[in-house]
C-alpha cells in the first residue's frame, strides 16, 4: 500500500472515518478491512447462508463453501475490482496501487472459482449458471464495462442480493425450487434498500465538512437505515443458521 497521511479531513477520498471501519491498527490494516465493506459483505455472505439454510437436508462443509466462495468473490475481488473501476471519485482514492489492486481480485477470483469448480463437478452442476453470471457481473458491475449498463442499482441487487441465494440453495440440492425463488427476490429487495441509500450517503460523507445542518441530518438517517438493513440481514442469516445447528 502507499504511504497514507494521518489526517482524514483534507481528503475526501479518505474514507477510514466510516462507521464500518475499526478505529484502532495501522493505517494499512483499516484501509483493508474498510476495502472489505464488512456491513455488506456480510449482507451477502448471510444471503448464501439463508439459502443454504431452506435445503431440507443440510451439508455443511457446502455452507463453509459458498460462504467462503463469496467471501473471496464479493469481499475482495468485486470491491478490488470497484476500487479499480469507479470514475470520478474512487474508492479509497489512491491508498491501493493499481496492481495491488488487480493482484488482490485476481487470487481472490482463482481461489473462488476453484473451490467453486470443486463443488460443481462432484455435487452440484447447477451452481455452474451461478457461477458464470456471478463471473459476469463482478467485471461488468464494477469495472463499468458497456458504458456502465450493468452498473445500476437494479442490477445490483440481482448480482448481490438474488443470485447468492440461489447458489445457497443450488450448492445443496443442486436445483431451484419457488420458495427459494420468491427468497431470493425478498432479499434482492433488501440489496435495493441497501444500495439506494449508500448512494446519496456516500454523496454526503464526502462533503462532510461542508454540509449544512439539516443535510447531516439526512446523511445520519441515510447512515441509520444502513445500518438497519445490514444487522437485520446478517441476524436473520445467523438466527437460521442456528435455528438448523440446533434443530
Known sequence: MKKMSGSTEANPTDRRSEWFVPKFGPAGFRSFVGLLFLPYTGMVLSF???????????????VLAIVLIYFLGLGIAAHALDALGSKGIKPWGTVFTKVQLWLLAVIALVLAYAIGIYYIVRY????LSMALLEGFFVFAYNLEWFQGRFHTDRWFAFSWGLLPVL????????????????????????????????????????????????EKALMIRYEAILKS??????????????WRVAG
Open 48 to 62: 448464501s447462508v439463508i439459502g443454504s439454510m431452506l435445503a431440507e437436508s443440510v451439508h455443511w462443509d457446502r
Open 167 to 214: 447458489s445457497g440453495y443450488i450448492m445443496q440440492t443442486n436445483s431451484i425450487s419457488a420458495g427459494a425463488l420468491a427468497l431470493a427476490v425478498s432479499m434482492a429487495l433488501f440489496s435495493l434498500v441497501e444500495i439506494t441509500a449508500s448512494r446519496p450517503y456516500k454523496d454526503l460523507k464526502r462533503c462532510i465538512h461542508t454540509l449544512r445542518d439539516e
Open 229 to 242: 438493513v445490514s444487522l437485520g440481514v446478517i441476524l436473520l442469516g445467523g438466527g437460521l443458521l442456528i
Open 124 to 127: 452440484a452442476p447447477l451452481l
